[in-house]
């Protein structure tokens, strides 16, 4: 590292081409997608942990 890297915050960054790939099936594709597009509600266990996590964390 150069002295003009230490100071200018420079740091790499990993392009996609880079990243391992995902070998999906076409309908592990196409329900990738309706999660992403059409996500499930919360239920009332997912809340309440969630609840319980941010009174203990004081957040």
Request: aromatic content about 4%; cysteine-free.
């Amino acid at each position: 590292m150069t002295k003009d890297e230490i100071g200018s915050g420079h740091r790499e960054n990993p392009h996609v081409k880079d990243a391992p790939g995902l070998n999906l099936s076409v309908n592990d594709r196409k329900v990738f997608v309706a999660a992403l597009t059409n996500p499930q509600p919360v239920n009332d266990r997912l809340r309440d942990t969630v609840l319980r996590y941010r009174q203990a964390a004081g957040v």
